[in-house]
């Protein structure tokens, strides 16, 4: 694939949405956009999500996260997120890449691990083996984790008002999810990075950029400021 595939990852309220679309527009003002100079680029930039990136998707994530639908068993709510998965990387995802996207995607396979694995408790061989036939091989490029505190986390979505299904899980719960991230970035270096989602909106933009920055040069040469 000549594309390129950008997860952001995160707890609730660490600001992923929020930043994945500031790097969208940093993206579409830092140069590597078409130019009638240059031959080498990506054709298109495009900001996705998971649950909800298809038609199909759209359906499944009201049914995953409205909290007055009727009560979604541990088992039921994964094999959700791989349906809308599965889904969305045949239909969407991979036919962008390859193209030569370059795609910006809200949540991916590490949340399956951290919320269904290590936050619900399922089996992490049964989580590997339904990743691995939703997405038939594909991972991400690069994945940004935004690490935040549980707390305050919870504390920014408290104040966006109505909590979806999985924000009104325990305390404990989303504190298992955390340790997850944390174990499938230590697991992971090559893939994930971490950036410290524990300051302004602006400081977390621009280590983002900063990160963004360095895989553009690695992977296509040149200056991308």
């Known amino acids: 694939m000549s594309g390129k595939f950008i997860v952001f990852e995160g707890v609730e309220g660490c600001g992923k949405t929020t930043q994945l679309q500031r790097s969208r527009q940093w993206l579409l003002k ?12 990506l054709k298109q930039l495009i900001a996705t999500r998971e649950p909800g990136g298809t038609d199909l998707g759209v359906g499944v994530r009201q049914l995953l996260l409205d909290p007055a639908k009727e009560l979604i ?9 791989a349906a809308d998965r599965a889904q969305h990387v045949e239909s969407f995802l991979r036919p962008h890449l390859a193209e030569g ?3 910006l995607c809200d949540r991916y396979t590490d949340s399956t691990i951290a919320y269904q694995g290590y936050g619900r408790g399922l089996d992490f061989a049964l989580i590997d083996q339904l990743n691995q036939m939703a997405t038939n ?4 490029d690069l994945t940004l984790w935004l690490d935040l505190d549980v707390e305050r986390g919870l504390a920014r979505t408290q104040k966006r008002g109505a909590s979806d ?3 009104q899980a325990t305390l404990e719960f989303h504190q298992r999810v955390q340790q997850g991230f944390a174990h499938l ?15 302004s909106e602006l ?12 895989h ?8 991308f400021q």
């Open 137 to 140: 091989g594909l991972e991400s």
């Open 216 to 223: 553009l040069t690695r992977w296509y040469g040149g200056n």
């Open 73 to 81: 068993h541990d088992r039921a709510e994964l094999l959700l997120y």
């Open 30 to 41: 830092s140069g590597w956009l078409p130019t009638l100079q240059s031959k080498r680029f």
């Open 185 to 199: 970035a230590e697991k992971n270096p090559d893939r994930i990075v971490r950036i410290d989602a524990d300051r």
């Open 203 to 214: 400081e977390v933009a621009e280590q983002i950029e900063a990160t963004l920055s360095q």
């Open 165 to 167: 299904r999985i924000e």
């Open 101 to 103: 996207a370059m795609i």
